[in-house]
């Protein structure tokens, strides 16, 4: 088939109804859905909700899990098309570590030396490391399912910020239900699971993301 034949064809079919950029914002939403009704089947918001939601640790969490999924998304998408760097939301993402070793300084600097162990391990490091990849599975899935839309050009880098955020949004409601509000645990157990999701984003790009 010559060149000019190819072109012919191609411009007779018929655009894409919705556009990458409208496809990937759908599977996002779809993500924190699905993220959201394993939560409530499976675990639901503490019961001392009100009462946690009046300390700073506790909000704290969201500070650091809820820019970490939106800056993991921005990346992504932009590492979806061609020829695009992650752009500003590099910065997202680095503002996340430098607000998590803060946090962990003042906690530090607050609490006695005595129980920084027990800050740390906290009393569901396992449930963490098990229940944040758990419900990171559907919303991995969507965004690896919507990117393969694209053309990432590093596949595994970029299947690796999918993982991420769907970690980060996994996360967000686990902190929902977690008991365990010290930055300690948070930099230590909420990092360790999230970066689970991030090994397996990474490669499932490396293999459903390959153009």
């Known amino acids: 088939m010559r060149t000019e034949d190819l072109i012919d064809r191609l411009a007779l ?64 998408l932009r590492l979806s098309r061609p020829g695009m760097a992650a752009g500003g939301w590099r910065l997202v993402l680095g503002a996340v570590p430098v607000l998590l070793a803060a946090a962990v300084a003042l906690e530090l600097h607050q609490v006695p030396a005595t129980l920084w162990q027990s800050r740390l391990v906290g009393a569901n490091a396992g449930f963490c490391l098990s229940l944040i990849p758990l419900m990171a ?54 990092s360790a699971a999230i970066l689970v999701t991030g090994v397996a984003g990474c490669l499932a790009g490396r293999r459903f993301l390959r153009w």
């Open 137 to 190: 599975i559907g919303p991995l899935a969507l965004l690896i399912g919507v990117m393969r839309r694209g053309a990432p050009e590093r596949p595994a880098l970029a299947g690796g910020f999918a993982g991420l955020a769907a970690g980060g949004i996994a996360a967000t409601f686990y902190a929902l239900h977690c008991p365990d509000d010290s930055p300690l645990f948070v930099a230590a157990w909420y």
């Open 13 to 76: 079919d018929p655009p894409p109804r919705f556009g990458f950029g409208t496809a990937f914002l759908t599977a996002t939403l779809l993500s924190i859905l699905v993220a959201g009704g394993v939560f409530l089947a499976v675990i639901g918001i503490r019961p001392d909700i009100g009462r946690a939601a009046e300390s700073a640790r506790f909000l704290f969490k969201f500070v650091a899990t809820m820019p970490l999924a939106l800056g993991a998304l921005g990346v992504a």
